[in-house]
């Protein structure tokens, strides 16, 4: 658990999903971005005094980049850990965490408003061969989306497919909810799941510290 480290986060633009719920979309559905070379990056993470470094996005495996990142990240003695929706697994990758993300029903956007969108988060959101290739070959977490006791099923559902001894503390919930508001009136009935489960509550703590704003 890293929560609180001071770490330098590597917001990577672009996305293969399209989450109805996504607090990202300037990363995802509607990517906007200026184009960084990899010595800019790699200069960037060294102005921050840690070696914690977080590899986010959008989805970071779409970029066929992502796996010399990793190795000059590696090779500066950095600790690299990977935000991934776990759908795109990628060779080469040197990282010490990946934090896998698979996404639930509730993602899918609303069909009528968003029917590209939709068809796409169903088609894509799963795929079990390449969860399993990242659970085999890394340190890893599954972390989902919390909305209601329905998820439950869904999650054990999809633990079943992956077909791997995973521990229940390996699952962490964290609420859905871009507000303290939010995600506070949630937490309750997370916390119930996990004792109830044996999974991780997982806290939103930029949104406690900084609120639903870029750049945290
Ligand atoms: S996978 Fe992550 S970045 Fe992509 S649309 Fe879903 S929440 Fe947004």
């Not at 890293?2 to 917001?11: D, E, N, Q």
């Not at 005094?49 to 003695?77: D, F, M, N, S």
Request: glycine letters at 6%; charged letters at 25%.
């Amino acid at each position: 658990m890293l929560s609180g480290m001071p770490s330098v986060f590597i917001r990577l633009a672009g996305c293969n999903l399209r989450c109805g719920w996504c607090d990202t979309k300037y990363a995802s559905w509607y990517p906007e971005s200026e184009p960084w070379s990899m010595e800019a990056i790699l200069e960037g993470v060294e102005l921050y005094p840690t070696r914690y470094v977080v590899i986010t996005g959008g989805e970071p495996t779409i970029h066929p980049e992502l796996a010399e990142l990793t190795q000059e990240l590696k090779a500066r003695g950095k600790h690299i850990t990977i935000e991934t929706n776990g759908t795109s697994f990628m060779e080469g990758v040197a990282c010490d965490l990946i934090s896998m993300s698979p996404k639930l029903r509730h993602s899918i956007a609303d069909a009528e408003m968003f029917p590209e969108e939709a068809r796409i988060q169903m088609e894509r959101r799963w795929n079990i061969a390449s969860f399993k290739n990242w659970i085999d070959h890394h340190d890893y977490q599954l972390k989902f989306v919390f909305t209601s006791a329905a998820d439950v099923e869904e999650i054990h559902e999809l633990v079943g497919l992956i077909d791997r001894p995973i521990p229940a503390d390996r699952i962490m919930l964290m609420p859905e909810g871009i507000d303290t508001a939010a995600i506070g009136r949630r937490a309750p009935e997370v916390v119930e799941v996990c004792r109830q489960q044996g999974y991780r509550y997982c806290a939103r703590l930029h949104i406690d510290l900084f609120g639903n704003t870029r750049g945290t």
